[in-house]
């Protein structure tokens, strides 16, 4: 037995496309639908493990100052100052020291020689002008302070010092035999 199909090929290659594009949004779709439960999965556990954070910082004896705080931060590019906003997870002290601190989750976010925590970290530390960042590594449930050094202007050694001192010493000896004269 032989099917025949009544309808010219361009009908059926038009049927085809609209069949094959409505596939493709519906995958597409429950794709979507997957990743947007995945995110909202993904910010429920932070906010979880942001509220742990928030007593093992009490529990370690920092005072919350504020949740969330938000700094403007300027740099100057080609002398254009140009303003960004920063925002980390809490603003703590103990102490006089006032600290940033920034709680991360996962195999590398809580690990400062992660480059991209690290500079994230650094930022903190210059645009709120704390004494000390703290990085929570919150599944572990573990606080890290994290120092930044000032670069240091460089240390002249005893020769140079020496040697600047014997040159100050003659020509101090030159002046004063001139003016003696």
């Not at 037995?1 to 429950?30: G, K, N």
């Not at 002008?129 to 000032?150: H, K, N, T």
């Amino acid at each position: 037995m032989r099917l025949v199909c009544s309808l010219p090929p361009v009908s059926i290659f038009i049927a085809c496309a609209i069949a094959l594009f409505l596939s493709v949004l519906f995958v597409d779709s429950i794709r979507r639908a997957l990743r947007s439960r995945r995110l909202q999965r993904s910010f429920a556990l932070a906010r979880k493990l942001e509220h742990q954070a928030a007593a093992l910082l009490r529990g370690y004896g920092f005072e919350i100052e504020a949740e969330q705080p938000t700094q403007t931060w300027t740099v100057h590019v080609d002398g254009e100052p140009q303003q960004f906003s920063v925002r980390g997870d809490y603003l703590v002290r103990r102490g006089e020291a006032r600290f940033i601190a920034e709680v991360k989750s996962g195999e590398l976010a809580p690990d400062v020689s992660n480059i991209a925590t690290r500079r994230q970290l650094l930022e903190y530390h210059h645009a709120f002008a704390v004494d000390g960042v703290l990085l929570i590594d919150a599944e572990r449930q573990q606080i890290s302070e994290i120092e930044f050094p000032s670069p240091q202007a460089p240390r002249m050694n005893l020769r140079t010092i020496l040697i600047a001192f014997l040159l100050g010493v003659v020509v101090s000896a030159v002046i004063l035999k001139i003016f003696n004269h």
